[in-house]
T-cell receptor
């Protein structure tokens, strides 16, 4: 079985400050990890993925994520948040199977 | 290029009725997935197609739910005898089938409301 935990329902930061959204995972095989963002009344948009290789993955819109095998974490980060980054963020994991298992999501609010 | 499209965007129906939800994947994507997202939760897997066949339907909650993809492109999710608990946003996604995991591209979803 595979699962993801996003321990924070909400993250609030000021514009220009660093943003971190936490994610921990559990899989029986090799972890393949993804971050998606969801804006109101819109579908999920892919941000980045970790398959293998470098632990620091760079993605869209200035986001990056760090894979930490020992801590089974895949936290999403952005050095300087924008108001437009306010959205719902989902971490997801899959192993050798094809289906994604999503976390419950973290609502990010960036205040001006 | 065109992304994944889903129709209708909203569907309101009465308890006990039959509904069909349609998904048009990205052209050339062999894999197609259906997920269900309830309020305040992340998407939950329903079914996965490789081409025309359902490779994994382990997420379908019961036999009232059925999905087809007869020509390996468009897919239809069918729900019989709808119940209020079926109310959710139904998401469709598609991807290439590659040796290394490829990201899934999601449609905007169909919001189903069962009265």
């Amino acid at each position: 079985a595979q699962s993801v935990a996003q321990p924070e329902d909400q993250v609030n930061v000021a514009e220009g400050n660093p943003l971190t959204v936490k994610c921990t995972y559990s899989v029986s095989g090799n972890p393949y990890l993804f971050w998606y963002v969801q804006y109101p009344n819109r579908g999920l948009q892919f941000l980045l993925k970790y398959i293998t290789g470098d632990n620091l993955v760079k993605g869209s819109y200035g986001f990056e994520a760090e894979f930490n095998k020992s801590q089974t974490s895949f936290h999403l980060k952005k050095p300087s948040a924008l108001v437009s980054d306010s959205a719902l963020y989902f971490c997801a994991v899959r192993d050798n199977d094809y289906k994604l298992s999503f976390g419950a999501g973290t609502t990010v609010t960036v205040r001006a | 290029g065109a992304g994944v499209s889903q129709t209708p965007s909203n569907k309101v129906t009465e308890k006990g009725k039959y509904v069909e939800l349609r998904c048009d994947p990205i052209s050339g994507h062999t894999a197609l997935y259906w997920y269900r997202q309830s309020l305040g939760q992340g998407p939950e897997f329903l079914i996965y197609f490789q081409g025309t066949g359902a490779a994994d339907d382990s997420g379908l909650p019961n036999d009232r739910f059925f999905a087809v993809r007869p020509e390996g492109s468009v897919s239809t999710l069918k729900i019989q005898r709808t119940e209020r608990g079926d109310s959710a946003v139904y998401l469709c996604a598609s991807s290439h089938l590659t040796p290394t995991p490829d990201e899934q591209f999601f449609g905007p979803g169909t919001r189903l409301t069962v009265l």
